[in-house]
C-alpha cells in the first residue's frame, strides 16, 4: 500500500499570501495518478487536480499543482476567503487507492 | 447536472450490515468506476471499493472479507453493503465516481453518516 504524507499538517496564513502544500510517497507515483482535493466543512471533496497538475473543471488558476516521483506539490497563488480548508492528495495508481492526512489550511 | 445520491440507514448496532445505495443522475453510467470511500477523525478517507457497469469489483484488502458492491445498471445504482459492523466502522461514507481514464474522483455524493453503537 503507498502510503502519502502531507505537509505541514496545519497552515496559518492570511488572504493574498501563497500557500505551498507538500505530499510525500513512500513509493513513486505515476504523476497521471495524483490528485489534489479540496474539503470544506460539512462538504464532499472536490477534485482540483488530477494528473498532478490537470487543473478539474472550474478550478481558478490561482491553484496549481506540479511534481513527480514520490514529491508532489499543490500551490495557492493569492489566498481567497473561500480557499481556507482542508486539502488531501490521493493516488489512483496502485490499489488499494489511498489519501493523505489532510493539510489544514487556515486564517492566521 | 451530473450528480451522486446516497441514501441508507445512519444508526447501526455491533454486528449487523451497514447498507447504503448511490444513484448517478444526469450522464452515462457507462465506462466509470464507481466507489465508496469513508472518512473518520482518527483514519481520514479510506477507499473501499469500486464496481463497474459491468459488476467488476476491486476492494481493499483491509476490508475485503466483509464488503460486498452491487450494480444495477437498469437504475444507475450501486450499493454498498459491510457486514459484521463495529464501532470502528463509525464514519461519514462517501459514493464517488471515478473519472474515465480513473485519474481521480470528479464527483460524490453529498456523504452519509453512519453510527455503529450498542
Known amino acids: 500500500e503507498i502510503v502519502l504524507t502531507q505537509s505541514p499538517g496545519t497552515l496559518s496564513l492570511s488572504p493574498g499570501e501563497r500557500a505551498t502544500l507538500s505530499c510525500r510517497a513512500s513509493?513513486?507515483?505515476?504523476?497521471?495518478?495524483l490528485a489534489w482535493y479540496q474539503q470544506r466543512p460539512g462538504q464532499a471533496p472536490r477534485l482540483l487536480f488530477s494528473g498532478a497538475s490537470s487543473r478539474a473543471t472550474g478550478i481558478p488558476d490561482r491553484f496549481s499543482g506540479s511534481g513527480s516521483g514520490t514529491d508532489f506539490t499543490l500551490t495557492i497563488s493569492r489566498l481567497e476567503p473561500e480557499d481556507f480548508a482542508v486539502y488531501y492528495c490521493q493516488q489512483y495508481g496502485n490499489s488499494p487507492y489511498t489519501f493523505g492526512q489532510g493539510t489544514k489550511l487556515e486564517i492566521k | 447536472q451530473v450528480q451522486l445520491q446516497q441514501w441508507g440507514a445512519g444508526l447501526l448496532k455491533p454486528s449487523e450490515t451497514l447498507s447504503l445505495t448511490c444513484a448517478f443522475y444526469g450522464g452515462s453510467f457507462s465506462g466509470y468506476y464507481w466507489s465508496w470511500i469513508r472518512q473518520t477523525p482518527g483514519k481520514g478517507l479510506e477507499w473501499i471499493g469500486e464496481?463497474?457497469?459491468?459488476?467488476?469489483?476491486n476492494k481493499n484488502p483491509s476490508l475485503k472479507s466483509r464488503v460486498t458492491i452491487l450494480v444495477d445498471m437498469s437504475k444507475n445504482q450501486f450499493s454498498l453493503n459491510l457486514s459484521s459492523v463495529t464501532a470502528a466502522d463509525t464514519a461519514v461514507y462517501y459514493c464517488?465516481?471515478?473519472?474515465?481514464?480513473?485519474?481521480?474522483?470528479?464527483?460524490w455524493g453529498q456523504g452519509t453518516m453512519v453510527t455503529v453503537s450498542s
Open positions: 464496481i463497474n457497469h459491468s459488476g467488476s469489483t
Open positions: 464517488a465516481r471515478g473519472t474515465q481514464t480513473r485519474v481521480g474522483f470528479d464527483i
Open positions: 513509493q513513486r507515483v505515476t504523476s497521471i495518478y
